[in-house]
């Protein structure tokens, strides 16, 4: 009697459990996993100060973290000025995304900004569950599924983009202190391009960020994404006034399967 009545609570609460886990959508994932590391050089791209500013790179942890029993991607971004620019105007910012890796949405995000004399630091937990971004200990309602900048960008790349034409745009939605912005990004063409990696066919997309980006700054920015199933960002560039300013990528392991738009 007393093993049948154990049997019977374990039995009520996994079904708990399953039934507080399956209420979560799952989003197909092809494009990345644990280990995925991707290193770019970063500033002035062409030109005779061609790479002129530093290193970045954007990683996924090679193990789960955990947020209300869940297992989610730790993702790191980082960018750090080098020589001249180092000594001018340096630059450190880190960024940190904690994404539900069956939904590929957020349970924490972390921004730490130093450039020159800027200093911005920001955090936000997002309760998934009840619908709320908690900041500062104090509470937004948000939509379902709510993605910090970092977050949105994982959930883009596991999105069909071949399927789409030229022109089209698409929206998410970003939240980010105290307030939730629409997010549009659209499809601009397909293009081969070069970069220290190598030469990949890809499809260039621009995110339309008006804030909570990667930049300090509102920007016209372009990235371009390998044309397959891993949509690996190969380029970002900004336009300003000495030229374009951006990453190209330098070498990527961990990936999660061949990259079919690498050409040579």
Request: net charge positive; with cysteine; hydrophobic share 40%.
């Amino acid at each position: 009697m007393k093993k049948t009545l154990i049997f019977l609570i374990l039995a009520i609460c996994s079904l708990s459990l399953l039934t507080a886990q399956s209420k979560y959508r799952y989003i197909k994932n092809e494009a990345f996993g644990y280990g995925e590391r991707l290193e770019y050089k970063v500033g002035l791209i062409g030109g005779v100060l061609n790479g002129l500013g530093g290193s970045g790179g954007i990683a996924v942890g090679k193990k789960p973290v955990f947020r209300e029993g869940r297992p989610c991607y730790d993702v790191r971004f980082w960018v750090d000025s080098e020589g001249i620019v180092e000594l001018t105007y340096p630059v450190h910012d880190k960024y940190r995304s904690v994404i539900d890796i069956a939904g590929i949405f957020p349970y924490e995000f972390y921004q730490r900004i130093r450039e020159g004399s800027y200093k911005r630091d920001f955090k936000a937990s997002f309760d998934q569950t009840n619908n709320y971004a908690i900041v500062d200990n104090k509470k937004y309602k948000i939509e379902e599924y709510m993605q910090d900048i970092l977050s949105a960008f994982y959930y883009v790349r596991t999105m069909d983009l071949s399927s789409m034409p030229s022109g089209h745009t698409f929206e998410l939605k970003n939240f980010y202190r105290d307030t939730t912005f629409t997010l549009p990004v659209r499809i601009i063409k397909r293009e081969l391009i070069s970069v220290p990696a190598g030469k990949f066919n890809t499809i260039v997309v621009k995110p339309i960020i008006k804030e909570g980006g990667l930049f300090k700054f509102n920007s016209d920015i372009s990235i371009w994404l390998t044309d397959d199933e891993r949509k690996i960002p190969v380029k970002v560039a900004t336009s300003i006034i000495i030229g374009e300013a951006g990453a190209e990528l330098v070498r990527y392991s961990g990936v999660r399967g061949k990259v079919s738009a690498k050409v040579e």
